[in-house]
């Protein structure tokens, strides 16, 4: 992976969405229509957090997030999410 030139600030990080499913657990292939948003990535930087909250995630983490968290990015022809510590839900 190259390297990524954002620095997030205070309590955010920056994750990389995996991809989406193509095909259910039966087989059947699931058209880019009907694909959902996924909700798993990996956390690519995060920020130096706050004075009363340290950060406890770190780049390389598997995170599951909300179905609408963060705000979308696009940096070298990649897809991202910014967003708080606080919208990921938990570590996988």
């Known amino acids: 992976m190259s390297e990524l030139n954002i620095k997030p ?4 990080v920056v994750v990389k969405p995996l991809p989406a499913e193509t095909k259910t657990a039966s087989g059947i292939i699931i058209p880019d229509s009907a694909k959902e948003k996924p909700q798993e990535g ?3 930087a995060v920020g130096s957090g706050k004075k009363e909250e340290p950060m406890t995630l770190k780049v390389g983490d598997k995170v ?3 179905k609408y968290a963060g705000t979308e990015l696009k940096l070298n022809g990649e897809d991202y999410l910014i967003m708080r510590e606080s919208d990921v839900l938990a570590v996988v």
């Open 9 to 12: 600030l205070a309590d955010r």
């Open 42 to 44: 990996e956390v690519v």
């Open 64 to 66: 599951l997030y909300g």
